[in-house]
């Protein structure tokens, strides 16, 4: 099991539902949303443009992105109820089958993981009787 989350994405005008995973190797300066490239269609943010082209150093190797500097808006959507929202760099990955929250976005969303063996989680200003459960994968 893994912690997956539900976030609303907004670019501009246009906002998306998506379940994306939690990955603390995810490390980034800013807070990060890597998304594939079928999202990045949906936003708007693709083909290309506006972006800068980037490399990230992976587990499976050397992966090229592209980069949108705070382009975009997350908040996660929890119990019929959505949290704050955070300004997020958004990178579209050619590879990526899933959105990734990076360990700097999921600062931010302040997220505390009770457990990443049965997907438990809770915000990090919530008593810790409250847990809460991973969503499923939606690919």
């Known amino acids: 099991m893994v912690v997956r989350l539900r976030l609303k994405v907004s670019v501009g005008e246009r906002s998306l539902s998506v379940v994306a995973l939690l990955n603390s190797g995810y490390e980034a300066p800013s807070p990060q949303l890597l998304i594939p490239i079928n999202l990045a269609k949906q936003l708007g943010l693709w083909p290309p443009e506006n972006a800068f082209e980037v490399e990230y150093e992976t587990a499976g190797g050397l992966l090229k992105a592209w980069l949108y500097p705070r382009v975009g808006r997350v908040c996660i959507l929890y119990d019929g109820n959505s949290s704050k929202e955070v300004d ?16 700097a976005l999921a600062e931010e969303l302040e997220i ?28």
């Open 112 to 139: 505390a993981v009770e457990s990443f063996g049965r997907g438990l989680w809770r915000f990090r200003w919530e008593p810790k009787e409250i847990v809460r459960k991973s969503e499923k994968r939606e690919f």
């Open 88 to 103: 997020v760099d958004i990178v579209v990955s050619p590879i990526t089958t899933e959105p990734l929250i990076s360990d």
